[in-house]
């Protein structure tokens, strides 16, 4: 959702673009963009360098590149554990063979 906040006003002066079929295409996500075939150093919306550059991720600061400004997110981290057990099963665990106790406990053991 902080991508499409973020979208939304940088594209304010075009009536907020939201041509588009996946938030990702116009705020590239770090960790999936080389999957996906996008070049974090290529241009991004509207090509108007004026416009600020807007990216996504999950890592740690010391894994990111260098930004000259950051907006940081903190939520519940129960919030979080849901979050990241029902985006992971499906893609990269088969629904139902990972209980939701399990994978956080997989989840502490590794933090």
């Known amino acids: ?6 979208h939304q006003i940088r594209s304010a002066h075009h009536g907020g673009d939201m041509t588009f079929e996946e938030i990702s295409e116009v705020v590239p996500w770090l960790e999936l ?3 996906v ?5 290529g241009p991004q ?14 890592a740690w600061e010391e894994h990111c590149p ?3 400004k950051v907006l940081v997110v903190l939520r519940n981290p129960e919030d979080v554990l849901l979050s ?7 893609w990269f665990f088969e629904p ?10 997989d989840q502490l053991r590794t933090a």
């Open 33 to 35: 963009a080389q999957d």
């Open 96 to 105: 139902g063979s990972i209980s939701l106790d399990a994978f956080a406990n």
């Open 1 to 6: 959702w902080l991508q499409q906040i973020c």
């Open 45 to 58: 919306y509207g090509h108007d360098e004026d416009l600020p550059r807007i990216f996504k991720t999950h």
């Open 66 to 68: 260098p930004f000259p």
């Open 37 to 41: 075939g996008q070049n974090l150093e």
């Open 84 to 90: 990241f057990y029902n985006f992971f099963e499906g």
